[in-house]
């Protein structure tokens, strides 16, 4: 492995200075396309990456697999890192060869400040993998509640489908009864089938979760009486209650 390389994955400053100083690109990747800054950036060392950037370092060049040191970082969870890779011009909604952008490497990697920071930033809630899939429905799947709860709260769109027809309710089913029941008060809807034809309930009951499979059936019985949901009857009597308060 390249001498700066090396010297970036062990936090050698003073070595990477030297080398710098006696004429080394500064954007040397090895055969796995990392870059002396993608491998400080995942290993925290905030200032290697600071004298990097300074010297001229490609803040959004990227690996043979697509990932730059924006998304090294997500997924580490160093948020102060971040920052600065972004206040160099890091491209946020950047996506690697699978499609996953640095948000998505956040929520994979279960890191909610960086989720905060990004959403903070501007990034694209609803940006989309090559298999469709958000990072709501990531989160969804992974059973992260606090990361669903600030994706929602961010605008993430609930009837957004994958390209097997899975939603971020179905990916919920088989887990936390509480993230379906957020997801459904965001208006998720619960009938919502697949291509191969799963249904939320089908995975709930799968994975023999009753308490999920109490609510979901709830809120289809509804549906199928009144035409309407759970959800939408629920904030219908608090919308009741606080008319009556006033």
Do not use: P
């Amino acid at each position: 492995m390249e001498d700066l390389i090396m010297a970036a994955l062990g936090g050698n400053v003073r070595r990477i200075r030297e080398l710098v100083i006696a004429g080394t690109d500064v954007n040397k990747a090895d055969g796995n396309g990392w870059t002396a800054l993608s491998c400080a950036a995942g290993r925290h060392h905030a200032a290697i990456v600071e004298y990097l950037l300074d010297a001229g370092a490609s803040v959004d060049r990227s690996d043979v697999n697509g990932v730059t040191a924006l998304m090294r970082t997500a997924a580490a969870g160093h948020v102060a890192i971040a920052k600065r890779l972004l206040k160099a011009g890091a491209s946020i909604d950047q996506a690697d060869r699978r499609g996953r952008t640095a948000l998505m490497h956040a929520v994979d990697c279960r890191r909610v400040e960086m989720v905060e920071l990004l959403l903070a930033m501007g990034t694209n809630v609803d940006c989309a993998d090559r298999r469709g899939r958000t990072a709501l429905m990531r989160a969804a799947l992974g059973g992260d509640g606090a990361t669903v709860d600030l994706l929602l709260n961010s605008g993430a769109a609930v009837h957004q489908v994958d390209v097997y027809g899975w939603t971020a309710l179905i990916c919920a089913a088989a887990g936390d009864g509480s993230i379906l029941r957020r997801l459904m008060e965001a208006s998720a809807d619960s009938g919502h089938t697949a291509n191969d034809g799963t249904t939320a309930l089908a995975r709930a009951s799968s994975s023999g979760h009753s308490d999920s499979v109490e609510l979901l059936e709830a809120d289809l019985r509804l549906q199928a009486e009144f035409g309407m949901t759970s959800s939408f009857m629920e904030a219908t009597r608090r919308c009741t209650r606080r008319t009556t308060v006033v």
